[in-house]
């Protein structure tokens, strides 16, 4: 397996463009979800998909964020219009359950490195 | 509100040393302990997990110290290596939740 794709790898781009990042994740988990790291903040949660619906987005920070899972093997996250502030490193990652007790293990992609000048 | 408190924030050991983060958390309702472990550039990935019905567990060189009544974990890095060099990052998540939080990373560094 390929583990999670992630696409745009870096993206620059000038504020109040639009930025869409997009993740494949691995075949066969149910959930999804997109995070946001920065050195100020760490790892965020911004959002989440269990069988492509959204299940809670409490941690999108602005309007200006958006995410869609049209089916079960692509998400997309779109910021419109981008802020200098909105520079991070953005990660998806999809789950397995491990079959114990309610453990499971989170897979991540690479990230997209975000730069909005 | 920062749940999940992690120390120290870098940490150098000499090869063959002992690494050791420190975790708190405050809320009693996590039940699941991973740590993950980041490579530059790359995503974190789950290295060990715990839960509370063990005091410890080891995997290999890595051990997981769990102390429910303080409210507190830890992960050992034994016989550090080179390799080991990376940030790593504890999380808490409920029972049957799905939302893990993460602490805030330890950089570690472990010189030849």
């Known amino acids: 397996d390929a583990g999670v794709i992630q696409s745009p790898r870096h993206e620059v781009t000038e504020m109040g463009q639009e930025v869409t990042l997009r993740c494949k994740p691995i075949?066969?988990?149910?959930?999804l979800f997109w995070y946001r790291q920065t050195m100020m903040r760490g790892l965020e949660l911004l959002i989440y998909?269990?069988?492509?619906?959204?299940?809670?987005d409490s941690g999108m920070p602005e309007d200006r964020f958006s995410a869609k899972m049209p089916n079960a093997s692509f998400s997309t996250l779109k910021i419109q219009p981008s802020e200098p502030r909105d520079s991070a490193v953005y990660f998806c990652?999809?789950?397995?359950?491990?079959?114990?007790?309610?453990?499971?293990?989170?897979?991540f992609g690479p990230g997209t490195r975000l730069t909005v000048l | 509100q920062q749940q999940v408190k992690q120390s120290p924030q870098s940490l150098i050991v000499q090869k063959g040393g002992i690494s050791i983060i420190n975790c708190a958390y405050e809320?009693?309702?996590?039940?699941?302990f991973p740590w993950y472990q980041q490579f530059p550039g790359k995503g974190p990935a789950l290295l060990i997990a715990?839960?509370?019905?063990?005091s410890e567990k080891k995997e290999g060189r890595f051990t997981i110290s769990f102390n429910k009544s303080a409210k507190q974990f830890s992960l050992h890095i034994m016989d550090s290596q080179p390799g080991d060099s990376a940030t790593y990052f504890c999380?808490?998540?409920?029972?049957?939740?799905?939302?893990?939080?993460f602490g805030g990373g330890t950089r570690v560094l472990v010189k030849p």
């Open positions: 075949s066969g988990h149910d959930y």
């Open positions: 990652a999809s789950r397995r359950d491990l079959g114990f007790g309610g453990s499971y293990e989170q897979f």
């Open positions: 715990i839960r509370p019905d063990v």
């Open positions: 998909f269990n069988n492509n619906v959204p299940i809670d």
């Open positions: 809320n009693t309702a996590f039940d699941y």
């Open positions: 999380a808490a998540d409920k029972a049957a939740g799905n939302k893990l939080t």
